[in-house]
């Protein structure tokens, strides 16, 4: 079966995946603080360093959307590309199908790999506790790159 990693270096593919569970261990923070969060984009620079992203929501109007604020922070991930190895947007998504809630983790790296991981979570009724699926992945499409 071909993977996403039969295309990129080993290099790129450990980059990938330190950006991944940074990603990871973002989302899961904001989860444990409310029930939803905004998009947030990271990006591994060429010094080897994660960076969260401040997005400027100001010019986007009193209530953007989800789909405005992530257009946004692609445009912010294409300003600074040039400065970044890889990047990833972490969104808060519903999977409709599956009747689930997911975090998305959408990955790009200079390189050419692109790829969407889905992490499926439930949150308690009652209470603040999450129990977290497995991991599923997908190839993506480049965008920050294109």
């Known amino acids: 079966m071909h993977s996403w990693r039969d295309d990129v270096s080993i290099t790129a593919q450990a980059e990938l995946d ?3 569970d940074s990603a990871l261990r973002v989302a899961q923070g904001k989860l444990g603080q409310a029930a ?3 998009p947030v984009a990271i990006l591994m620079d060429v010094d080897a360093r994660i960076l969260e992203m ?10 953007p959307s989800t789909q405005t604020l992530i257009d946004s922070a692609l445009v912010n991930l294409r300003q600074v590309k040039k400065s ?13 199908k599956d009747k689930t809630d ?8 200079r390189d050419g790999a692109s790829l969407v ?3 499926r979570y439930k949150r308690a009724t009652f209470g603040n506790q999450i129990s977290y699926g497995d991991l599923s992945a997908f190839s993506g499409r480049s965008i920050v790159w294109a």
Do not use: Q
């Open 18 to 20: 330190r950006l991944l």
């Open 36 to 38: 939803e969060f905004e």
């Open 54 to 63: 401040a997005l400027d929501t100001t010019e986007l109007g009193k209530h």
């Open 84 to 96: 970044a190895v890889c990047t990833a947007l972490i969104i808060n998504t519903h999977l409709t």
């Open 102 to 109: 997911a975090v998305e983790v959408r990955l790009e790296h």
């Open 117 to 119: 991981v889905l992490l």
